[in-house]
């Protein structure tokens, strides 16, 4: 049964402006069961024609017929394909993996047939070669002939139909040498079609039938005789033992024609989990180089998730001061607290009073009112004194501005009413003054006033300058009558009901109290008191820490991009290195798309294993910060999936350039690579 035609092939090679003629009009025929043996002298074009006939190269002209069907014009994919399942092929490179065992080499056509599960074949194989022992061991543990042997199993692994020996004695020694010939001869005898490339008469002894060429022709087709009887007569013969029978579908035909149909015929793709394992045995077999190019990706994550620890950390100690403020705020304070040393007429500075006070609680939407007078004071008990600012301020004043005691309580309607000297104290106050001693229902002098202390402020932290800890609280009207002698209000504090309302409750307040204070002038109205809007001041506090924090991870970020170009130049290298691996997995059957994945996983498996690092770094060296700079961090979950996927995303974009270069390669001018 012929199943291989050749009409008229033609190759042509350019080597600069030169072009070399590899092949000149070749036709040639090969049947079923054949051992043809192709010799001539360097530059014949010998191995070029086995390319040809086993999908390695493409003839520039004529036709290639495979079992009936015309399959010059396939593409890439479908020659990988055939080759995968129809073809074997024996290097005299041998081309074994040095990095995985004899068992993983011979198994790597099963991978890219998608018959990973059928992995003891490789080991049947290895057994056929007599190699059982030593299947656990490296390449390198092997002998040269050995070695070929492993070959011979990878190339038998797929049963295949036609084994491709190029040359497969020509780095052995006369012993391996004739133990690989007559593995090869007893595959032969049993139905195999062999097609070999060799220069050595004593090795095309083997064969019966020899190719010559010369200058890209054929210029002798012989055929041997074996023990006396006829190779016509040989063939016959063994077509009977080892050939199906005529009617029997040709099975050449059959394959052929679910490639080009692109029918799923026992056509099957490997599977991530073998591209992923391909991956992960080439990124460790390089650790060196694999810590290097996650050493960009980690340094790059670790800046991103440090630097958005730092702007949401400062964002979540600014929200807690605010939040100290109270919620839906306004704050109106005399001119006279911006005013000071600056003299003004009669009535230019609004005077506060409770009737004020009275009157804005009355307006539409505000919910409570509480005035305030502040001075400073020093506070003593026994031998220690402090000091520190005093504020007077109404009973509503602790759930206004979030002072409601830790420790004892607030003082009520009536302690106000009767001008009581009671306190409360801040925890800065707390250490200075009382130390380790409980502070509730001791009595302290302010100012040689007497006070007893009957609760404990919740601690605020700073504002700024001003540490927000450092006050005692008693009744506003202590404050005014008994302790600082004020017969005015320094300021109102109002809360607005809701903050769709503040707006509207401001403008309120101003029109009431310019109306109230008889001012005339927008200049008196400027000058005589100040509200201030809370929310506004919150709100821009925020956007402003947001956009530093987001201008802080955009200059980490750049780090990571510096990595990303890291992994992309360590990956070409990486092509760059192993050319000879990616045209040996091209030769077996390995798809422009399998050779990418691989690239495209080993890439996103280095950036995503240096962003993970980078995020346990990251967030160390963030909580050292906090630790040894006082700092307020906090490491965000959006930060941490933010920092893994952009690593992801530096793998997928900057592994994609090599990858296709990769996919690209010429599996022919791969193996000759040096």
């Keep these: 049964m012929k199943i291989i035609e050749l009409k008229d092939i033609g190759k042509t090679y350019s080597t600069g402006k030169a072009a070399v003629a590899a092949l000149q009009g070749v036709s040639l025929t090969v049947e079923e069961g054949e051992f043809l043996a192709i010799m001539g002298p360097s530059g014949s074009g010998k191995s070029t024609l086995l390319h040809i006939l086993g999908f390695l190269d493409r003839p520039d002209s004529g036709e290639y017929i495979l079992g009936g069907k015309n399959i010059t014009g396939l593409t890439d994919n479908q020659s990988a394909i055939l080759r995968n399942h129809m073809m074997g092929f024996v290097f005299q490179q041998f081309h074994l993996l040095p990095r995985i065992s004899s068992l993983e080499n011979a198994e790597l056509p099963l991978i890219y047939a998608g018959k990973r599960h059928m992995k003891e074949k490789a080991m049947e194989r290895i057994n056929d070669?007599?190699?059982?022992?030593?299947?656990?061991?490296?390449?390198?543990?092997l002998s040269g002939g050995e070695q070929q042997r492993i070959a011979i199993a990878r190339a038998l692994v797929n049963d295949?139909?036609?084994?491709?020996?190029?040359?497969?004695?020509?780095?052995?020694?006369?012993?391996?040498?004739?133990?690989?010939?007559?593995?090869?001869?007893?595959?032969?005898?049993?139905?195999?079609?062999?097609?070999?490339?060799?220069?050595?008469?004593?090795?095309?002894?083997?064969?019966?039938?020899?190719?010559?060429?010369?200058?890209?022709?054929?210029?002798?087709?012989?055929?041997?005789?074996?023990?006396?009887?006829?190779?016509?007569?040989?063939?016959?013969?063994?077509?009977?033992?080892?050939?199906?029978?005529?009617?029997?579908?040709?099975?050449?035909?059959?394959?052929?024609?679910?490639?080009?149909?692109?029918?799923?015929?026992?056509?099957?793709?490997?599977?991530?989990?073998?591209?992923?394992?391909?991956?992960?045995?080439?990124?460790?077999?390089?650790?060196?180089?694999?810590?290097?190019?996650?050493?960009?990706?980690?340094?790059?994550?670790?800046a991103v998730i440090a630097m958005l620890a730092l702007g949401t950390g400062a964002q979540e100690s600014i929200r807690k001061q605010l939040a100290s403020l109270g919620s839906n705020l306004l704050m109106i304070r005399s001119g006279s607290h911006h005013l000071r040393g600056v003299s003004l007429g009669a009535g230019a500075i609004a005077r506060f009073t409770f009737q004020d006070v009275d009157a804005i609680s009355k307006l539409p939407g505000v919910k409570c009112v509480s005035p305030n007078v502040s001075g400073s004071g020093q506070v003593v008990y026994g031998n220690k004194n402090w000091n520190t600012q005093v504020q007077g301020v109404s009973v509503k004043y602790a759930t206004m501005r979030a002072a409601v005691p830790t420790v004892g309580r607030f003082f009520t309607e009536e302690e106000v009413r009767m001008r009581a000297r009671v306190a409360l104290v801040g925890t800065t106050v707390l250490r200075q003054v009382f130390g380790e001693e409980n502070?509730?229902?001791?009595?302290?002098?302010?100012?040689?006033?007497?006070?007893?202390?009957?609760?404990?402020?919740?601690?605020?932290?700073?504002?700024?300058?001003?540490?927000?800890?450092?006050?005692?609280?008693?009744?506003?009207?202590?404050?005014m009558y008994r302790l600082l002698g004020k017969q005015y209000i320094d300021s109102i504090d109002v809360e607005v009901s809701d903050i769709s309302l503040m707006d509207e409750a401001e403008k309120s307040i101003n029109e009431l109290l310019i109306k109230r204070h008889r001012l005339a002038t927008a200049k008196e109205n400027q000058d005589a008191f100040e509200i201030r809007n809370m929310a506004d001041i919150k709100q821009t506090l925020e956007s402003t820490t947001k956009t530093i924090s987001m201008l802080l991870g955009s200059i980490a970020a750049i780090s990571l991009l510096v990595g990303g170009i890291g992994i992309m130049n360590i990956m070409l290298v990486s092509v760059t290195e192993r050319t000879r691996e990616i045209g040996l997995r091209k030769a077996i059957g390995a798809r422009e798309s399998d050779i990418m994945l691989q690239f495209l996983i080993e890439s996103v498996t280095m950036t995503l294993s240096g962003g993970i690092a980078g995020v346990l770094f990251g967030t160390g060296i963030a909580m050292l910060l906090a630790v040894v700079a006082g700092w307020t961090i906090k490491v965000s979950l959006f930060s941490i999936l933010l920092a893994t996927t952009f690593s992801i995303a530096i793998g997928l974009i900057f592994g994609l350039w090599p990858a296709r270069q990769a996919a690209k390669l010429d599996p022919i001018e791969a193996l000759r690579y040096e």
């Design 439 to 479: 502070p509730i229902d001791k009595y302290i002098k302010i100012e040689r006033v007497n006070f007893k202390v009957i609760g404990i402020l919740p601690e605020k932290g700073a504002a700024g300058p001003r540490d927000q800890d450092d006050v005692v609280i008693i009744p506003v009207t202590t404050g």
């Design 129 to 141: 070669v007599g190699l059982a022992q030593r299947a656990l061991h490296r390449p390198n543990e």
């Design 160 to 302: 295949p139909l036609i084994i491709f020996a190029d040359e497969p004695t020509g780095n052995l020694d006369t012993r391996s040498q004739n133990e690989i010939m007559s593995i090869i001869a007893e595959l032969n005898s049993k139905g195999k079609t062999i097609i070999m490339v060799t220069h050595e008469e004593e090795v095309a002894g083997y064969a019966r039938r020899i190719i010559r060429m010369r200058d890209g022709k054929v210029i002798a087709d012989e055929a041997l005789h074996k023990d006396g009887i006829p190779l016509g007569e040989i063939r016959r013969s063994e077509k009977k033992k080892n050939i199906p029978d005529e009617k029997t579908a040709n099975p050449i035909s059959v394959s052929v024609d679910a490639i080009i149909s692109g029918s799923r015929l026992d056509i099957k793709r490997a599977e991530f989990t073998d591209h992923f394992r391909q991956a992960f045995f080439s990124i460790i077999s390089h650790k060196m180089r694999t810590a290097l190019s996650m050493l960009g990706i980690l340094i790059g994550v670790a």
